[in-house]
């Protein structure tokens, strides 16, 4: 059952899947379970092999297939929640601390005048004892604007802070920032000021990614000097040194709307730029075997020190571990497999961190170079070119479609759009990421330095083409929600047509069109839905009012947000988008408005048979003579109305407290809906409310 060159490929996938399930389900008594029973297994595997003929194992392979693929499904289980830190004895979380020590675990990031880093919690004081701790923080700290902190990876802290759980999203479509903190194992965070906060002048990071951060920090400071465009110095610290500059919308469009994002993310292709070009200048060295092994050391050593320039960030960490176990592979081993290879580096990392399996970066990694390893060379095999230039263009067509087409269900899924000119886009910067990326390394080097402008020059053209594409009609693909089964289902499809296609398999094709098929229906009929919703979203924000009123793919937006402030692009347009919306009519609750499907007038609205009436400033020390039926009251503007003097004659199903009310007035207008038996939708720190006025 099990062929030697196979073997991870073969257990990888129990393994991925024990990770994946038990994630779910953290459990103290689980890990002392998990363990006696991968106990069991492996003890049981090694008195079969130690027994092999004597007891004739050898009849009961099937079994033996069986256990082992069991083992390395229990085993991913028990190191998935052996790896969750809130299940530790000593996590800090476990009880309040008013003062903790932290250390920064991260590169600080500055925004204005708020400083965000992730932080490793060492002790906590209690009664004025210090305990041992463990587990990790984000923090935002606001950051004093005349004498600011100044804080490097490993800074050690002492903080007083209240620190919370990190808040699920409250709005359709919104992102899951709880699960992708988690994903980190990270589940608590704090905002505190500057003045809440002592540096202890002590740097107990680790000594390496300190050496390499400070390292990246004096490289980023010679393109500073060397590249005079801010653009081009931008594009050129975040591709080549994994820098997060500040690049503008209007490049990252260009780049995302081109299917070249992958440009700007030191990952593998960058580092196997390297190893291509390094393996091919060291070709002289394969002729005797201590040459190979000392090619072999020199490779890995000058990708490491590649890495150490980037700060040793955990996308070219993983790519550098990728590439050295291929080189490892290609340089010792007899029976060489590509597929086995890429399966053990998946599985020594995920060894490490279980928890990579929930990394964007980590599954279109591998998802990828397994399609250049098995797609690329049978497109490439289907035209046949004589001339060398145009077979060295087509060789990249192949590799750019091949690792397109199978990562093309997890890029819509993740990112909804898909870019139609990414054949060209990709044909065009081959070249360019070439040369940035080596003439990019070389110009650090003091005396190569003086060629920068070409560097500069060549950046500079490179986003101009990529503008130029990117502006074509109909680059992309926006907007394009699907499921987990659609995507689920259209991954399958794909999978079976590539198969059946490679194997020339006819029932992998037909079974392929077939699910195919089921997707297009459930896209069909998601489409269908979209043309006959009618729906209200309240949005849950935390200063401010946002409500849209749905019908079709119009929508009217009552919010006293701009398109442009971060409040709307986090938590409303995702919805906006999800529900396919093309047309946004947006109004304020001061503006009277009469549209097709909607009207707002003084202090009522009417959509379809829903009305609503608004409590808001101008009903301040005012007597109501208001009678009639409504769906709901919405309390907004933190209003000074007195809900007791509400007319009797005011009939109302439930009542919408938006986050424009200060706390104190929405507890007070929680208590009068619980004295009334009212259902209360509190528009802060809970679920948006969603009202379906079809189904």
């Not at 060489?336 to 399966?343: C, D, E, I, P, R």
């Not at 490439?380 to 004589?386: G, H, P, R, W």
């Not at 986003?463 to 009609?473: C, E, M, Q």
């Not at 009334?676 to 409310?689: E, F, R, S, W």
């Amino acid at each position: 059952m099990f062929k030697a060159e196979y073997i991870f490929a073969r257990i990888l996938l129990p393994f991925i899947i024990g990770i994946g399930i038990f994630y779910f389900f953290p459990s103290e008594k689980m890990i002392f379970i998990l363990a006696i029973i991968s106990a069991v297994i492996i003890l049981s595997l090694s008195f079969i092999n130690i027994t092999y003929k004597k007891h004739n194992a050898y009849k009961f392979k099937g079994l033996t297939g069986i256990s082992i693929l069991l083992f390395f499904f229990f085993l991913g289980a028990f190191l998935s929640i052996l790896n969750n830190e809130t299940l530790k004895s000593d996590y800090f979380a476990r009880n309040n601390y008013k003062i903790l020590k932290i250390w920064v675990n991260d590169e600080p990031e500055q925004t204005n005048d708020i400083v965000r880093f992730k932080a490793r919690v060492v002790s906590g004081y209690k009664n004025s004892k210090q305990i041992k701790l463990s587990g990790q923080l984000l923090l935002a700290l606001k950051v004093d604007s005349i004498q600011p902190i100044y804080l490097k990876y490993g800074d050690e802290l002492l903080v007083s802070a209240k620190y919370l759980e990190v808040e699920p999203p409250y709005n359709p479509a919104e992102f899951d920032f709880k699960s992708w903190l988690a994903s980190q194992n990270i589940y608590q965070q704090t905002f505190i000021n500057q003045n809440h906060v002592v540096k202890t002048n002590r740097n107990i990071g680790n000594r390496i990614i300190k050496f390499a951060l400070d390292l990246r920090e004096k490289q980023v400071a010679k393109y500073r000097k060397m590249i005079k465009n801010d653009e081009a110095f931008a594009v050129a610290s975040t591709l080549i040194l994994g820098y997060r500059a500040d690049l503008s919308k209007e490049t990252l469009a260009a780049y995302s709307k081109t299917g070249t994002i992958h440009a700007l993310s030191v990952s593998g292709s960058h580092v196997a730029i390297i190893f291509f070009v390094l393996d091919i200048c060291l070709a002289f060295l394969d002729k005797k075997r201590w040459l190979r092994i000392f090619k072999f050391v020199l490779i890995c050593s000058l990708i490491c020190g590649y890495a150490l320039i980037t700060g040793l960030s955990p996308s070219v960490v993983r790519a550098a571990i990728m590439i050295n176990i291929f080189i490892v592979a290609r340089t010792f081993a007899k029976n060489k497999n590509s597929y086995n290879t890429l399966a053990f580096a998946a599985f020594c990392q995920l060894v490490y961190n279980p928890f990579l399996i929930w990394d964007v970066g980590f599954q279109l990694s591998y998802i990828s170079v397994f399609g250049l390893i098995y797609l690329q060379p049978k497109i490439y095999k289907c035209i046949y070119v004589k001339n060398k230039i145009l077979n060295k263009v087509w060789e990249l067509i192949a590799l750019s479609l091949a690792a397109q087409l199978v990562t093309f269900p997890l890029c819509i899924y993740y990112f909804h759009q898909f870019p139609v000119y990414f054949l060209l886009g990709n044909l065009f910067i081959s070249i360019p990421l070439l040369l940035i990326m080596l003439l990019g390394i070389a110009i650090l080097i003091p005396i190569v330095d003086k060629i920068s402008p070409l560097v500069e020059w060549i950046i500079v053209t490179t986003n101009t083409v990529l503008k130029w594409i990117a502006d074509l009609p109909f680059s992309t693909f926006s907007s394009v929600w699907i499921s987990l089964t659609e995507f689920i289902l259209l991954s399958a499809a794909l999978g079976l047509l590539v198969y059946g296609l490679a194997k020339k398999n006819k029932r992998c094709v037909t079974a392929s069109a077939s699910v195919y098929l089921i997707c297009s229906a459930l896209t069909f009929y998601h489409d269908w839905k979209v043309l006959h919703q009618k729906k209200i979203i309240f949005f849950t924000l935390r200063k401010n009012y946002a409500a849209a009123f749905i019908t079709g793919r119009e929508a009217v937006l009552v919010t006293d947000l701009t398109e442009i402030d971060k409040n709307y692009l986090f938590f409303v347009a995702p919805a906006l988008e999800q529900s396919q919306i093309k047309k946004i009519d947006v109004i304020s609750l001061k503006t009277d408005t009469t549209l097709r499907h909607f009207i707002k007038k003084d202090n009522q609205i009417i959509f379809d048979d829903h009305n609503i009436f608004l409590f808001n400033e101008k009903m301040n020390y005012k007597n109501l003579a208001v009678t009639g039926k409504f769906k709901s009251i919405w309390l907004t503007g933190n209003h000074k109305f007195k809900l007791e003097n509400l007319p009797d004659k005011l009939e109302y199903e439930n009542m919408i407290i938006d986050a424009t009310n200060k706390d104190y007035k929405i507890a007070t207008f929680k208590t009068f809906a619980d004295n009334n038996k009212v259902q209360a939708h509190i528009l802060k720190k809970n679920p948006a409310y969603l009202v379906h006025l079809t189904q």
